[in-house]
C-alpha cells in the first residue's frame, strides 16, 4: 500500500511520470493498492493511470479475508481510506 504523494513509490520507481502524479492528486487519490489508486472512500478511480494498470482488479468491497501493511505517519490518509472501504 502506497501514498499518492510527490514521495509516491509509484513516482519514485519511474512506474508514473510527475504530470500523471499530479492529475493522480488532482483527483484525490490518497493511495494505491498493487498500481490501483483510490480516494479517501476507497473507491477506485476510473480515470487516469487505472486505465492501463496490468495487475490483477481489486475486489470492491473484498469479500475474503484481507490483511494490509503500510508503515509511517504519511500513509495514515491511505490506510484510513483502505479501511473504510474494507
Do not use: S
Not at 41 to 54: E, F, G, M, P, S
Request: glycine share 12%; aromatic share 4%.
Amino acid at each position: 500500500m502506497g501514498q499518492i504523494a510527490w514521495n509516491a513509490p509509484l513516482h519514485n520507481d519511474g512506474f508514473i511520470n510527475g504530470n500523471e502524479l499530479t492529475e493522480l492528486i488532482e483527483l484525490g487519490a490518497v493511495g494505491e493498492i498493487a498500481g490501483w489508486a483510490y480516494d479517501h472512500h476507497d473507491i477506485l478511480l476510473k480515470q487516469c493511470t487505472n486505465t492501463r494498470v496490468a495487475g490483477v482488479p481489486l475486489e470492491q468491497p473484498a469479500h475474503r479475508l484481507t490483511i494490509g501493511i503500510a508503515n509511517g505517519v504519511k500513509k495514515t490518509d491511505a490506510i484510513l481510506a483502505a479501511l473504510r472501504g474494507n
